[in-house]
């Protein structure tokens, strides 16, 4: 009984209160001279409502108070979500401003127009195309885009790769890291020196110089020389090692790609 009491002190103060009252008012009927016990009558009367509606009060406070609480915690809540959403779009802002500006510098670089003309569409990966993910994937963009066999895919200043078939909204793209695409080059900082590379089939690139002779050493910026598809002055890569092969009598290289492989999810194509 104890426990009840201490559990439900509002119930039983209004059922203490209801008694005092109904106790008072029975002594008041019964007995001569009610002025006096009217009063007193009243006083408890009023007394009693007070309390009550002191209790009444606290209690439909405390409601409300629950209430707002709820309705700040949903304000903060969207607040958050749209706080989210707009840290998205600064995002691809940002993005889409950094690819404008690389585009603008690479078509400096290849004196290629395709920027200001419009000729480029981004596209993100869609898919890496069984075991060989290094080597070709599937882009989310095609045909409808303008899109055709052979346009050349770059991600920032550095040469991705080629493409290889398309559809309405996909495209195929196989990368300079396929061990099956050869790619000429020629170094910056000497465009006499040329020779062709290919993917090495773990993500980087190995080749040959033309000249034996030719004097290519570590930290040389390899460039596309212009030979096949792609234009003159595409970054491709560095060259991390030299050795001279007697059997082919070729001096065989060994090429830090310009572009991570491993890490790449979006592209620029080229059209």
Same mark, same amino acid.
């Given at each position: 009984?104890?426990?009840?009491?201490?559990?439900?002190?509002?119930?039983?103060?209004?059922?203490?209160?209801?008694?005092?009252?109904?106790?008072?008012?029975?002594?008041?009927?019964?007995?001569?001279?009610?002025?006096?016990?009217?009063?007193?009558?009243?006083?408890?009367?009023?007394?009693?409502?007070?309390?009550?509606?002191?209790?009444?009060?606290?209690?439909?406070?405390?409601?409300?108070?629950?209430?707002?609480?709820?309705?700040?915690?949903?304000?903060?809540?969207?607040?958050?979500?749209? /706080?989210?959403?707009?840290?998205?779009? &600064? %995002?691809? !802002?940002?993005?889409?401003?950094?690819? +404008? $500006?690389?585009?603008?510098?690479?078509?400096?670089?290849?004196?290629?127009?395709?920027?200001?003309?419009?000729?480029?569409?981004?596209?993100?990966?869609?898919?890496?195309?069984?075991?060989?993910?290094?080597?070709?994937?599937?882009?989310?963009?095609?045909?409808?885009?303008?899109?055709?066999?052979?346009?050349?895919?770059?991600?920032?200043?550095?040469?991705?790769?080629?493409?290889?078939?398309?559809?309405?909204?996909?495209?195929?793209?196989?990368?300079?890291?396929?061990? /099956?695409?050869?790619?000429?080059?020629? &170094? %910056?900082? !000497?465009?006499?020196?040329?020779?062709? +590379? $290919?993917?090495?089939?773990?993500?980087?690139?190995?080749?040959?110089?033309?000249?034996?002779?030719?004097?290519?050493?570590?930290?040389?910026?390899?460039?596309?020389?212009?030979?096949?598809?792609?234009?003159?002055?595409?970054?491709?890569?560095?060259?991390?090692?030299?050795?001279?092969?007697?059997?082919?009598?070729?001096?065989?290289?060994?090429?830090?790609?310009?572009?991570?492989?491993?890490?790449?999810?979006?592209?620029?194509?080229?059209?």
């Amino acid at each position: 009984m104890r426990k009840w009491i201490r559990r439900h002190k509002v119930i039983t103060s209004v059922i203490s209160i209801l008694l005092v009252i109904v106790t008072v008012f029975g002594i008041s009927l019964a007995k001569d001279g009610g002025f006096i016990l009217d009063k007193a009558t009243n006083g408890v009367v009023t007394s009693g409502s007070t309390a009550v509606t002191e209790q009444v009060t606290g209690f439909k406070g405390f409601i409300r108070g629950v209430f707002n609480y709820r309705n700040v915690l949903a304000e903060n809540e969207a607040l958050r979500k749209e /706080n989210e959403e707009l840290k998205l779009q &600064v %995002s691809d !802002n940002e993005l889409s401003q950094r690819q +404008l $500006s690389e585009l603008r510098d690479l078509s400096k670089a290849l004196n290629y127009s395709a920027a200001e003309r419009g000729g480029i569409v981004s596209a993100d990966i869609a898919s890496f195309d069984g075991t060989t993910w290094i080597n070709s994937f599937t882009i989310n963009r095609g045909a409808d885009d303008g899109i055709k066999v052979d346009n050349v895919v770059i991600c920032g200043e550095g040469l991705v790769g080629r493409v290889t078939e398309t559809g309405g909204n996909w495209a195929k793209v196989v990368s300079v890291a396929d061990d /099956n695409n050869n790619t000429s080059f020629y &170094v %910056s900082r !000497n465009s006499g020196i040329l020779g062709m +590379l $290919s993917g090495d089939g773990r993500g980087g690139l190995t080749g040959y110089v033309f000249n034996a002779q030719a004097g290519i050493i570590e930290g040389d910026v390899l460039k596309t020389s212009g030979m096949g598809i792609y234009p003159a002055g595409i970054s491709i890569g560095t060259v991390s090692a030299v050795e001279y092969n007697s059997d082919t009598q070729l001096k065989v290289i060994t090429v830090e790609p310009e572009v991570d492989f491993r890490g790449i999810t979006k592209v620029m194509v080229i059209i």
